[in-house]
């Protein structure tokens, strides 16, 4: 055989060889050929329950709201609330999967009864169907493992972890502050003018409770009769419950006051953090972060 012949096959052959040690090592090490991978939305969300500390509720709120298991994923985005800018930012940038803390359809249960021939309804349940995306999601199971994803986000969004007490993971020993420097704080941290307040803007606060987004009045009272709490940042309440509560106790001459900061503000972060979570286990398409924003403005 002409040795130019014979080498070439030589090193066709060793090539083969190389590839073949390439392709068996790179499933013995799970690396994965995106080309060839096909995930559906189950199988996304059966990495998410088995990362999670709390079992999966069978009554739970945290279902597929656009799509089915079935659905093919393209990419992930994660959101405080799937509104219909989010919608079409994550369909833009090639992310078909949605995962949404709070309801896609106006109401806790994401009920369409009520919307059916609504033409905002109809025009937003359309385009999620004509571009093939799934909407997940990811409320109660998100707060109820350990430790609190939310909880994560905000607190690390705020910077207090430095400040966060042993007894209570939302109650902060901060540095001595007006009223009215605690809610400026907040106003220039979140940029946005629509923080309301309840209480003496001059008086002095060092104790803070912290409740996100919208538990109720009940919970949000509870907080209130700590001793440790003075000032209490929530999401948003019924006026006429929490907000009346504490004007009750500052004509009563008690040290509290109540910072109201909007309940997108209270806990997108811990949506911004559960992108970071899901890249630690899902390396199969991409995963990002799709910002909703506060819808609340006010006046100059």
């Given at each position: 055989m002409n040795r130019i012949v014979a080498g070439g096959l030589c090193s066709l052959f060793l090539?083969?060889?190389?590839l073949a040690f390439r392709s068996a090592s790179q499933r013995d090490n799970g690396t994965k050929n995106p080309a060839s991978l096909t995930v559906h939305a189950d199988h996304i969300l059966s990495k998410i329950k088995n990362h999670l500390t709390c079992e999966w509720a069978d009554e739970t709120v945290d279902t597929y709201k656009s799509g089915s298991g079935d659905t093919e994923v393209?990419?992930?985005a994660t959101t405080f609330l799937a509104t219909f800018d989010v919608i079409k930012r994550a369909e833009q940038a090639g992310l078909n999967m949605i995962i949404t803390h709070e309801p896609t359809y106006y109401n806790h249960?994401?009920?369409?009864e009520f919307f059916e021939g609504d033409d905002v309804f109809e025009e937003k349940r359309t385009f999620l169907e004509e571009h093939d995306m799934v909407?997940?999601?990811?409320?109660?199971?998100?707060h109820r493992?350990?430790?609190?994803?939310?909880q994560v986000g905000m607190v690390n969004r705020l910077g207090w972890k430095t400040y966060?007490?042993?007894?209570?993971?939302m109650v902060f020993k901060m540095p001595s502050q007006t009223v009215e420097e605690l809610a400026k704080a907040l106003r220039d941290k979140f940029q946005t003018s629509a923080i309301s307040v309840v209480g003496d803007p001059n008086m002095e606060v060092s104790e803070i409770g912290f409740s996100m987004g919208a538990p109720g009045s009940q919970a949000q009272i509870r907080m209130l009769r700590r001793d440790d709490v003075e000032a209490l940042i929530i999401g948003e309440t019924h006026q006429w419950e929490t907000v009346e509560y504490v004007r009750d106790a500052v004509s009563q001459g008690k040290t509290k006051a109540l910072i109201l900061l909007g309940h997108a503000n209270s806990e997108e972060a811990g949506m911004e953090y559960c992108a970071e979570w899901l890249k630690t286990f899902i390396d199969e398409v991409p995963v990002q972060f799709v910002e909703a924003g506060d819808p609340l403005w006010a006046p100059e």
């Open positions: 090539a083969g060889s190389f393209t990419g992930i249960f994401d009920a369409s909407v997940l999601r990811f409320h109660d199971h998100w493992t350990s430790p609190d994803g939310i966060q007490s042993e007894d209570h993971p």
